[in-house]
């Protein structure tokens, strides 16, 4: 079964700290929710599949598959030290 591909998006340009992300199978981010991120979504990167970590973020992958299946993303609200995801962290 070929594996469909996952987008990763930050809120906003990139930081360190804190954080808002989200994954959906749109590669454009056009169907994140705008109002819960009035910054902007920022492209992060593409993964194969969503395991336990995406970058480095600790997912439920069910709950996540469940979210992108029923709204066409997942959000998730990284705090500390968890939220270190962006481009220089390896893709998991």
């Given at each position: ?63 996540a598959l469940a979210d992108i299946a ?5 959000l998730l609200y990284v705090k500390g ?12």
């Amino acid at each position: 079964m070929p594996t469909e591909t996952i987008y990763l998006f930050i809120c906003g340009s990139g930081f360190k700290g804190a954080g808002l992300f989200a994954l959906t199978r749109d590669r454009s981010g056009g169907n994140l929710p705008k109002a819960d991120c009035p910054a902007g979504w920022a492209f992060d990167k593409s993964i194969d599949a969503i395991e336990r970590a995406v970058a480095g973020i600790a997912i439920d992958a069910k709950a996540a598959l469940a979210d992108i299946a029923k709204t066409g993303y997942h959000l998730l609200y990284v705090k500390g030290a968890d939220a270190s995801a962006g481009t220089d962290k390896p893709s998991v």
